[in-house]
């Protein structure tokens, strides 16, 4: 199998996402080469759909659909009065998975320290429109128990001195150094409902 230039290739791809080693890519390969019309080719069609028509939304920074538009964005059921700012999609699914929180979300994309992130690139001046824009109440700063956390997370509360809403961020049930994503359901929970307030602008 070696040998085969394609083979290699997809090997090296899939052991590039996270939790995967070259041996487990080898495994998932021969998965897929032994189940090649019930995996390859659908795999290959919904990857090339998702290339096509998934992208991430330049205002809140989740995944849209290009033909259907950002679901987060353009909720018409609910007008929600909070925003709940985490770092990437994975945080977003696992706050969303748990029930916890009714409101929009705003993905950062990353953290202000991470290696070749702008400040541009973490969608902070699009937050604040949003702010103004959709009349938000409280913005709910859900970044990680890290430095890099921290940091952006101030850096947000500074960005939203002007505006006059509520910023609370998650506070008792959130270890130092957590990320969210790797929280269970009940920490998580303790996390949102004894959140504080970081500022006075509102009552």
Request: with cysteine; aromatic share 4%.
């Amino acid at each position: 199998m070696e040998n085969i230039d394609e083979i290699e290739d997809l090997i090296k791809l899939i052991s590039r996402l996270p939790g995967l080693g070259p041996k487990s890519a080898k495994r998932i390969v021969l998965k897929l080469i032994n189940n090649r019309d019930e995996l390859v080719k659908p795999l290959a069609n919904t990857l090339a759909k998702v290339y096509k028509n998934v992208s991430r939304c330049n205002s809140c920074g989740s995944l849209k659909s290009n033909l259907n538009g950002c679901i987060n964005c353009e909720n018409l059921k609910e007008k929600f009065t909070k925003i709940c700012v985490v770092e990437d999609i994975a945080d977003q699914w696992s706050i969303e998975n748990s029930n916890i929180f009714k409101g929009y979300f705003h993905i950062l994309g990353g953290t202000l320290s991470s290696a070749g992130q702008r400040k541009e690139d973490l969608l902070i001046s699009s937050l604040v429109e949003r702010v103004s824009r959709d009349k938000i109440d409280e913005v709910i700063l859900a970044t990680s128990a890290t430095v890099e956390g921290q940091t952006t997370a101030y850096y947000i509360q500074n960005s939203l001195k002007n505006s006059n809403v509520k910023i609370t961020k998650l506070a008792q049930g959130l270890p130092v150094g957590g990320e969210i994503e790797s929280l269970d359901d009940g920490t998580l929970f303790s996390a949102f409902k004894n959140r504080s307030i970081l500022n006075s602008n509102s009552d």
